[in-house]
């Protein structure tokens, strides 16, 4: 790096111009005159394509290709607005309502474990049916049989078709 | 706890684990799995109900009993391992080894203590969570499904008439 090289770029542009003593000190000196070359060439580049390059054009493809990344990304963004809380609810009704019927009474908060009597794992399937006789199912009140229309009385289905209609 | 509970706990320990090697794959199958589950869900509404846990006693109890239970199944393995070996060792027209054959019976005899211990342990648990009542009506609850699983091993036992 010396003097000359920061006014380079100036001269290549035609902006300045070198004085005779520059002149000299570049012919007199490998590295400058390296550098000037490097310069000189780098200026030069793209100066032939200015004229064909067709900027209308190039904008325009470069605004569609954001275009169809913004609504890809809209889209995307869509369905997981609707599938996270699918998938959330579709976790929870797994986890917590195995073996649970839709619309069951919600017990207060069940007794659960993983195991609770080992002792059954050395027994038959057979001797597993007997040990039933011990532990009879809790009664369901679902269990027990849902009302139908028909079992409503007169001023109960009076109220059902006034809701009916509105 | 007195040496007297402490005796009747490991009796029925034993009475529990005795008949284990002649049912060590019992139960095996996908069907006998849908039933134990089937029974262990009943089990614990039962509790749930009987014992009128709160929302508060609910949670630890199945803690406790979760826990107790997998201790007890290790117990209950061991026990069957031991009783395997010795049953290796004592074949007709084999000659045992001494060595191995009071390492098989110390074994069984250490895994039926650490049975009752657990239950006895399990219980101390449940003393902190569940009331006296509570805790007698569990009790009552499992020993009635215990008592019924030994008497199930106990015909699995006995020869056929």
Known sequence: MTHLSDRMPEVAHGRDVWTAEDQAHLVGCDSCRSEWILIGCATQLGRDIDGQLDLEGLTDRVAKQLRRAVQARRTRFRVARWFVPLAAAATLLIVFGRGRPFGAVRETKALTASVLLPELELLTEDDLELVFDVVPAAVNPLEQGIPGVSDLGEEELERLLQTLEG | ?161
């Open chain 2, 1 to 161: 706890m007195t040496r007297v509970f402490r005796i009747g706990l490991f009796l029925m320990a034993s009475a529990i684990l005795l008949p284990a090697s002649a049912t060590a794959q019992a139960g095996q199958g996908p069907r006998a799995a849908r039933l134990r589950g089937e029974l262990e869900r009943r089990f614990a509404e039962q509790v749930q109900q009987n014992l009128g846990l709160t929302e508060d006693q609910a949670p630890k109890v199945g803690s406790i009993l979760s826990t107790f239970a997998e201790r007890r199944r290790e117990a209950e393995l061991s026990e069957r391992q031991h009783r395997a070996g010795l049953s290796r060792q004592l074949r007709p027209g084999i000659a045992a080894n001494a060595d191995s054959v009071t390492a098989h019976v110390d074994g069984i005899t250490v895994a039926r203590l650490r049975y009752a211990e657990l239950m006895q342990e399990e219980m101390t648990a449940l003393s902190d969570v569940l009331t006296p009542v509570q805790r007698g009506q569990f009790f009552m609850l499992r020993d009635r499904i215990l008592q019924r699983v030994q008497e199930l091993r106990q015909q699995q036992q006995r020869p056929p008439s």
